[in-house]
């Protein structure tokens, strides 16, 4: 079976601080795909990357980041000099793949962000 | 380039009654996946559908069934409800076939309440 746990449930910070969102995955797959989603008060989710297991190399998009480590099962998401529009919940997600298509998607709890003015 | 839309926004059904929600895809998708998330959790995966069937399905109950159109559209439905049934329900979409994309569009939800 799969999971996904993040930890952090809620973490405040002020703008313009740089904020790490942690997620740990478990998986018998041995292709599998992770996801990050950010999920606005308005309650639309907005995919913001997806990363192959075969593909460890580290992704920057402007000020956001991602971190990926098969050893330890970990793909943590890093927000440079946060601005109050960053603030949302964010999920982290996993599928694996079954014959011809992408699975269903195993999500975390969700870690909510706020930035302070 | 139209996104995933659902239908209706919002709904108030009774426990013990049925309801059905409705989801298009985005353009050029062909696979439609339903997802309920309850208050502060995570979306849960209730089922995908590909080519009118259904293809993969979550640890939900016989209640929960759906369908998939010839346009790719598709409906949840759930029967008997129950108060534990209140959720947002997400649909989302992405693309089988010759080209797969892995990524997952979500629509805008409806939010059911049952009382």
């Known amino acids: 079976a799969q999971k996904v746990t993040q930890a952090q449930t809620e973490i405040s910070v002020v703008e313009k601080e740089d904020v790490t969102l942690d997620c740990v995955y478990e998986?018998?797959?041995?292709?599998?795909?992770l996801f990050w989603y950010k999920q606005p008060p308005s309650g639309e989710l907005v995919f913001l990357i997806r990363?192959?297991?075969?593909?460890?190399q580290n992704e920057i998009s402007g000020r956001y980041s991602w971190n990926f480590q098969k050893s330890t099962s970990s793909f943590n998401f890093t927000i440079t000099a946060s601005q109050v529009v960053d603030s949302a919940v964010y999920f982290c997600?996993?599928?694996?793949?079954?014959?011809?298509?992408?699975?269903?998607?195993?999500f975390g709890k969700g870690t909510h962000l706020i930035i302070q003015p | 380039d139209a996104g995933v839309t659902q239908s209706p926004t919002h709904l108030i059904k009774t426990r013990g009654q049925q309801v059905t929600l409705r989801c298009s895809p985005k353009s050029g998708h062909d696979t439609v996946s339903w997802y309920q998330q309850a208050l502060g959790q995570g979306p849960q995966f209730i089922f995908q559908?590909?080519?009118?069937?259904?293809?993969q399905r979550g640890n939900f109950p016989d209640r929960f069934s759906g369908h998939q159109f010839p346009n790719y559209s598709s409906e949840l439905n759930v029967n008997a409800l129950l108060l534990g049934d209140s959720a947002l329900y997400l649909c989302?979409?992405?693309?089988?076939?010759?080209?797969?994309?892995?990524?997952?569009?979500f629509g805008p939800g409806t939010r059911l309440t049952v009382t």
């Open positions: 989302a979409s992405s693309l089988t076939g010759q080209v797969i994309t892995y990524e997952q569009y």
């Open positions: 559908y590909y080519e009118e069937e259904e293809r």
């Open positions: 997600a996993l599928s694996g793949k079954s014959g011809g298509g992408a699975d269903g998607l195993t």
């Open positions: 998986t018998r797959d041995t292709t599998y795909y």
């Open positions: 990363r192959n297991s075969f593909d460890e």
